[in-house]
């Protein structure tokens, strides 16, 4: 078994150095007591001798026992410096799990230690002020990043989590132990001057001196301190808030004191700030790319930053997870792929692509040349996206010119690395593909490829979602034979047209439609020369119409609606002429040598002329279109001569 270690952790030094002392103090009074004797015996000049001679023998004694004073009290100071040192580490790894208060901690103990001195408290107390400032914080170790970064309210559950971190905080520093006054300034340095404050909700003097001296400067640097949600405060807006919250929250007299001295530890700060960026309240912030911080001149390159890293790329999966599950609409959910991915990795474009049949389209893009590259193709295989999309494999480092110098030329060449990846879907299909192109040396680090391939996933999984509910959604307002839309989405559409025409003052018309003689083709030829016939008569129709602005619906089986914003009435006539004319002109073989054809029946309606509703425009347009069809029977019965063939053969008049 091995034997304990009877070293100090100083290293040079015992753990029980006053044996040697005692041992050294025993050997010279034995060694000096016969001396002593012949001295008392001796002549005057002998004993000036032995008085000499016991004069360098105390001397080298107390020599002696001065050095190992000296280097226990050396070895006594390194410990304590290697203890402060290990809880500055403590806090600076606390605070760097949040970028936006990273350096809190050390500001705070300077700010509390130059308030305690100038207060003249005994130097015990202000040991104790320094290192409960620097462990105020520690309880936030137990509270869910989701909340401590959550970018809503909190709800009432969460709050009360979150007040819990001082109990928790001096929980674990009673562990250590450390000295009462550490733990209860911990403890309470969230409670109000007033009574309103946590955990205990003491009031005045009840709260600790320590609590109530970190409560001032900690809310001085949280107000200079810039948050997601809000810009730091000016110095002269903090010590305003500091002066009206004198009395109510904070402790008045302290408040008097620390605006006294406030400028000489401001100064003290930015002196240790210009040793250490690492506690400047400008630090790289969430905001800023992982890269570019890596590749910026102070980018934190240390442990600490490792840590901040991390804890950005928790919070921003965290939030892009949230706001892609939010979402089924394609237009919303790639500009937030894109924004969050420039936020976390950054890059100098990003193209996303859709897979479309055999090709790659680009749906979105965002960077440079961002309008020149949105809607390009990319054939099967082609490139380095085309080559993702075939095989499900990400490529990273490839030349960006493979897939941009077809549609950028020349500037292809400004970009010289990549990251592509696959989108997959739930189901392992490549539905798209993210490309990322750079002009950094060396490209993407491990660690923001490890986050692009998370990202890739979840983006993967978000737009598969989106294309299935839009196919889904297509499918449900769509009229699955003609591939016009159905009457629900015609319902919508007319609803949202007739709050348009009424906020701009525009005309809106409506067209219904019936076919003349459909019936018949049904009966003697069947359905599906019926639903061959809907689908001709459709294509004829939309034909007519403008493709832009204008919506046709298939209302109910052989009956359709058109949907005219903003069109002059004049031009309704001649609108209604030309589709008479294209429906009568639709003719289908059925057979060789027989055709058939059908006719059509149009009323019109008109906003706000016949009507403000969509009901009441449809009641009129029905109206009207059944006259229509009155008239055209009548036409058809008084003149045999214009009755439209239901069925010819090349030579004339067959079946009718």
Avoid at 139 to 165: D, F, M, N, Q, S
Avoid at 364 to 381: C, N
Avoid at 388 to 411: E, H, I, Y
């Amino acid at each position: 078994m091995r034997r304990p270690d009877k070293r100090s952790p100083v290293k040079g030094t015992r753990a029980n150095p006053p044996r040697r002392l005692w041992g050294v103090a025993v050997l010279a009074t034995l060694a000096a007591t016969p001396l002593a004797y012949e001295a008392l015996t001796a002549s005057a000049w002998t004993r000036v001798l032995w008085a000499a001679l016991f004069l360098g023998i105390a001397l080298g004694s107390a020599g002696y026992v001065w050095r190992h004073l000296t280097r226990e009290a050396e070895a006594l100071r390194q410990v304590k410096g290697l203890h402060g040192a290990m809880l500055e580490v403590l806090a600076l790894a606390i605070d760097a799990k949040d970028q936006v208060t990273l350096g809190h901690a050390r500001r705070v103990q300077i700010f509390a230690s130059e308030l305690a001195q100038a207060l003249r408290l005994p130097e015990s107390t202000v040991t104790a002020l320094e290192q409960a400032a620097l462990l105020h914080d520690v309880g936030l170790l137990a509270i869910p990043e989701y909340i401590l970064h959550k970018p809503g309210p909190l709800t009432e559950a969460e709050w009360a989590k979150v007040r819990l971190h001082p109990v928790t905080g001096a929980a674990l520093l009673e562990r250590a132990p450390f000295p009462a006054e550490v733990v209860e300034a911990v403890r309470h340095h969230h409670e109000r001057w007033d009574g309103g404050g946590y955990p205990a909700g003491l009031r005045g003097e009840e709260i600790p001196l320590g609590a109530r001296i970190l409560a001032v400067v900690d809310c001085y640097d949280a107000l200079l301190s810039e948050r997601p949600y809000r810009l730091g405060y000016s110095r002269e807006e903090a010590r305003t808030v500091l002066e009206r919250e004198a009395g109510q929250s904070l402790d008045p007299s302290l408040v008097g004191h620390f605006l006294l001295i406030v400028e000489a530890a401001e100064a003290k700060v930015k002196a240790v700030e210009h040793g250490d960026p690492l506690l400047s309240r400008h630090a790289p912030s969430a905001d800023e790319p992982l890269e570019s911080q890596r590749a910026a001149p102070h980018s934190i390159t240390t442990p600490l930053g490792d840590i901040a890293a991390a804890r950005r790329e928790i919070v921003s999966l965290y939030e892009i997870a949230q706001t892609l599950g939010a979402s089924l609409n394609l237009d919303e959910v790639l500009p937030i792929i894109s924004a969050k991915l420039e936020r976390i990795v950054g890059f100098g474009t990003c193209v996303i692509y859709l897979v479309e049949g055999e090709d790659l389209r680009a749906v979105h893009a965002r960077g440079r040349h961002a309008e020149r590259l949105r809607g390009v193709t990319l054939g099967a295989g082609e490139g380095l996206s085309g080559w993702v999309a075939r095989t499900g494999v990400r490529a990273v480092g490839g030349k960006p010119a493979l897939d941009l110098r077809p549609f950028l030329g020349t500037g292809a060449d400004e970009f010289t690395n990549s990251a592509i990846l696959p989108l997959k879907d739930r189901d392992g299909s490549t539905r798209g593909v993210l490309a990322l192109y750079t002009d950094w040396p060396g490209g993407y680090s491990d660690d923001a490829l490890r986050v692009l391939d998370i990202v890739a996933q979840h983006a993967g999984v978000a737009v598969g979602n989106a294309l299935d509910y839009e196919r889904t959604h297509e499918v449900a307002h769509t009229d699955l034979l003609t591939g016009l839309r159905n009457s629900r989405f015609l319902y919508a559409f007319l609803d949202r047209e007739l709050q348009r025409a009424a906020q701009t003052g525009q005309p809106l018309a409506i067209l219904m439609m019936d076919l003349d003689r459909f019936k018949r083709v049904n009966d003697l030829y069947g359905h599906h020369i019926g639903d061959e016939m809907l689908k001709k008569v459709a294509s004829r129709v939309q034909s007519e119409l403008r493709y832009a602005d204008d919506l046709l619906a298939r209302y109910a089986g052989d009956e359709f609606i058109a949907v005219l914003p903003n069109i002059s009435v004049d031009h309704l006539p001649a609108l209604t002429a030309r589709i008479k004319e294209s429906v009568e002109n639709c003719r289908m073989t059925v057979r060789k040598g027989r055709v058939v054809g059908v006719g059509v029946s149009i009323g019109e309606a008109v906003f706000p002329r016949d009507g403000r509703t969509a009901e009441d425009l449809f009641m009129v347009a029905d109206q009207r279109m059944y006259r229509d069809k009155q008239s055209r029977r009548e036409q058809e019965s008084y003149h045999p001569e214009v009755i439209p063939l239901l069925l010819r053969n090349a030579e004339g008049i067959g079946d009718h």
